[in-house]
Nanobody
Framework: QVQLVESVGGLVQAGGSLRFSCAAS????????MGWSRQAPGNARDFVAA????????FYVDSVKGRFTISRDNAKNTVYLQMNSLKPEDTAVYYC????????????????????WGQGTQVTVSS
């Protein structure tokens, strides 16, 4: 079992930045690919970013490319999501997720590919 705990979200103005962390426990963190997804009100949960076990491979949804950066520190059992140039449409509950695999050789955008999920944290971007 893997437990994932996201850091607290927040309220930020458009154009601002926010950095999330997600701390994992209960398993060998380096054996997992990690991802971030988000769910806006009234919408399904959508993929945002994913990272392989080493950090050597990353994927992003087109809408966040160039603005968001996913990274990880295996020594700290933590994955991060740095969000810059935030827009009101980035407002959502953000979730981190883990899949027991080393490489991103799966459909990272499919929510049912991931084995474990955090509880989610709210981000609100005001215009």
């Amino acid at each position: 079992q893997v437990q994932l705990v996201e850091s607290v979200g927040g309220l930020v103005q458009a154009g601002g930045s926010l950095r999330f962390s997600c701390a994992a426990s209960g398993a060998t963190f380096g054996a997992y690919a990690m991802g971030w997804s988000r769910q806006a009100p009234g919408n399904a949960r959508d993929f945002v970013a994913a990272i392989s076990w080493s950090g050597g491979s990353t994927f992003y949804v087109d809408s966040v490319k160039g603005r968001f950066t996913i990274s990880r520190d295996n020594a700290k059992n933590t994955v991060y999501l740095q969000m810059n140039s935030l827009k009101p449409e980035d407002t959502a509950v953000y979730y981190c997720a883990a899949k027991r695999t080393l490489y991103l050789l799966f459909d990272v955008s499919r929510q049912d590919e991931y084995d474990y999920w955090g509880q989610g944290t709210q981000v609100t971007v005001s215009s």
